[in-house]
C-alpha cells in the first residue's frame, strides 16, 4: 500500500510549479495519494517552512513522505537529503535548517544525502534550479510508492551534522516566563509562542487572571501591555488583547477579531522574545 506525499513549499499557486511537482509524483506512481500542507510560505523563509512541519507532522500516519522544498540556495552546495524522525515520518528538503523545530520536538533517528545519480527525474539533469520538481518530488515519490527503500535514497549522514537554526529557550522564574514569538497564526495575526503550557503552569495562574506582556526585538521594546488570561476569544472584548492555550498546547497572544501582528508590526523567529509576568 502507498504512503502518504504532503508538499510544503514556498512558490504560491500562481503558476504550474506546485503542478509540474504533482505531475512528476504522479508519473512515478498514478495511484499515489498527494496532499498539501501549505504553499504559502513566505519566500525564501526557513523559518516558517521549519514550524509548519512541526505544527503539521505528528497529525499524519506513520510512513507519510512530507516534501518541503523552501530554498533561497538551490544550486549551490547545500545537501539535499530524506531524514527519518523518530515519530517514523519522512522528511525530504535541503539541508538549510528546515528540520530545526522537528529535530528539537521530536526527534531524527536517520538522515540520508539523496543520491541524485539513482533519484533524479530522467532528462532533467542540465537544470539546477527547480531541485523541488526534479529531485525531491521525484525521490518522495518513490519512496512513498515503495519504488526505493529508505536505504536506496542514499549514504547516511550524521544528524548532529545537519544545519539547524537558532532557537530560543524558554525560560521560567517565580512570576514570569520569557519566550519567543515561533510563528502567526496567518490568517487572524495572532502571535504562537514556543512557551508551553507546562511553562505557563508554573506561575500559578487561574483563568482571568491580568498578566504583563512585553515584546522585544533584538532586545528593543516594540510592545508592553496587561492582558487577561482566557480559554478562548469569548473572554475578551472585540479588540481587546488576551492570552490563550493554543491548538499546539502552547501559549498565544491575540487581540479578538483584530491582527495583533499587523497593529504592532510583530514578526517572528528567535531575535522576537516575549514576557509574560503575573500582574502584582
Do not use: C
Not at 153 to 158: A, D, R
Not at 245 to 259: F, G, H, I, R, T
Request: a negative charge.
Amino acid at each position: 500500500m502507498n504512503n502518504h506525499l504532503v508538499l510544503q513549499t514556498d512558490f504560491g499557486i500562481g503558476d504550474g510549479a506546485v503542478s509540474a511537482m504533482y505531475g512528476v509524483a504522479l508519473s512515478v506512481n498514478p495511484t499515489l495519494p498527494i496532499f498539501d500542507l501549505t504553499h504559502d510560505i513566505t519566500p525564501f523563509n526557513i523559518w516558517d517552512g521549519s514550524y509548519r512541519l512541526f505544527q503539521t507532522i505528528k497529525y499524519w500516519p506513520e510512513g507519510t513522505v512530507f516534501v518541503s522544498v523552501v530554498d533561497p540556495g538551490v544550486g549551490s552546495d547545500r545537501l539535499s537529503i530524506v531524514v527519518k524522525t523518530e515519530t517514523n515520518h519522512y522528511i525530504v528538503t535541503p539541508d538549510n535548517g528546515t528540520i530545526t523545530h522537528v529535530k528539537h520536538t521530536f526527534g531524527i533517528k536517520e538522515a540520508r544525502i539523496i543520491d541524485e545519480d539513482k533519484n533524479r527525474l530522467p532528462h532533467s539533469g542540465e537544470s539546477y534550479t527547480f531541485h523541488g520538481r526534479d529531485v525531491y518530488a521525484y525521490t518522495g515519490a518513490r519512496l512513498a510508492s515503495h519504488v526505493i527503500t529508505y536505504e536506496e535514497v542514499g549514504p547516511t549522514v550524521q544528524v548532529e551534522s545537519l544545519v539547524e537554526l537558532s532557537m530560543f529557550e524558554v525560560s521560567v522564574d517565580n512570576d514570569s516566563v520569557i519566550g519567543n514569538i515561533d510563528i502567526l497564526d496567518v490568517r487572524f495575526g495572532n502571535l504562537w509562542t514556543n512557551i508551553n503550557r507546562d511553562h505557563f503552569l508554573q506561575l500559578e495562574y487561574k483563568y482571568g487572571d491580568l498578566f504583563d506582556v512585553l515584546i522585544n526585538h533584538d532586545g528593543r521594546n516594540v510592545y508592553k501591555s496587561t492582558m487577561k488570561y482566557g480559554r478562548s476569544f469569548a473572554d475578551s472584548e472585540l479588540g481587546e488583547p488576551l492570552i490563550y492555550v493554543n491548538s499546539l498546547d502552547k501559549m498565544a497572544v491575540a487581540l479578538n477579531q483584530e491582527s495583533f501582528a499587523e497593529k504592532y508590526q510583530i514578526g517572528t523567529g528567535a531575535d522576537w522574545t516575549i514576557t509574560i509576568r503575573k500582574k502584582q
